[in-house]
Structures are given as structure tokens and as C-alpha cells.
């Protein structure tokens, strides 16, 4: 059983924009910091955006900063990745990772730290 749900994957054509969205099948478990990774075929897992529950505290990795924009809707657990002027590069499984502990914010980008993941969602930016 999915523990969390992805969707919005597809694909989008360069300079374009697609959002994700991410929420737990099932409000069983904490979701006190709400990340998304990707990974690129014959790539590692790299750090897209992280969102801790509470306000202000939301890292990007390098590659996205400007670009994309993450959010979280409290009330259900939900975290979204509004991505805009997509490149080439962007095409990747992009993965929802989910703490139920505080993570420094300084360390969202290591995957180690969160405990729970996503099946993945496929995102393609065609030229």
C-alpha cells in the first residue's frame, strides 16, 4: 500500500510549466517536513525543494532556485511543486519524501533523513 500519493507527472515542453502534488494516502503519520528529489537516468537522487511545517522554512536545490516553488496545504497534508520555465534537464522521476521529525533545514537535501517515500512521478520536458 501506497503510504503517499503522486501526481501531475508528464510532459511539458521547455520553457513550460507543471505542478505535482503529493499527500498521504492515509493521515497516519507525522509530515512535519515535506520534500521533493529527482533522479535522472544513470544520475544520483538530488534535492529539488523541501517545506517544513512551519512558516518560512523552505530550501531549493541550486538547479531549481527561481524556478520552482513549494508549498503545503497543513490542513491535509498536501505538498505541491509548482514548476515553472521547465529545461531539458528537469526531465526526471521526481520523488515526495516525508520526515515525521524536525530536520534542520540546513540538512533537507539528505535523503537519509526521511523515512517515508513516494512511488515516484515521471516528468519529461521535450524540446
Known amino acids: 500500500q501506497e503510504l503517499l500519493v503522486e501526481s501531475g507527472g508528464g510532459l511539458v515542453q521547455a520553457g513550460g510549466s507543471l505542478r505535482l502534488s503529493c499527500a498521504p494516502s492515509?493521515?497516519?503519520?507525522?509530515?512535519?517536513?515535506m520534500s521533493w528529489f529527482r533522479q535522472a537516468p544513470g544520475k544520483e537522487r538530488e534535492f529539488v525543494a523541501g517545506?517544513?511545517?512551519?512558516?518560512?522554512?523552505?530550501k531549493y536545490g541550486d538547479s531549481v532556485k527561481g524556478r520552482f516553488a513549494i508549498s503545503r496545504d497543513n490542513n491535509n497534508d498536501t505538498v505541491r511543486l509548482q514548476m515553472s520555465r521547465v529545461k531539458l534537464e528537469d526531465t526526471a522521476v521526481y520523488y515526495c519524501?516525508?520526515?515525521?521529525?524536525?530536520?534542520?533545514?540546513?540538512?533537507?537535501?539528505?535523503?537519509?533523513?526521511?523515512?517515508?517515500w513516494g512511488q515516484g512521478t515521471q516528468v519529461t520536458v521535450s524540446s
Open positions: 492515509k493521515r497516519t503519520f507525522n509530515t512535519n517536513v
Open positions: 517545506i517544513a511545517r512551519s512558516v518560512g522554512s523552505e
Open positions: 519524501a516525508v520526515s515525521g521529525t524536525a530536520i534542520f533545514s540546513g540538512r533537507f537535501h539528505d535523503p537519509a533523513l526521511y523515512a517515508i
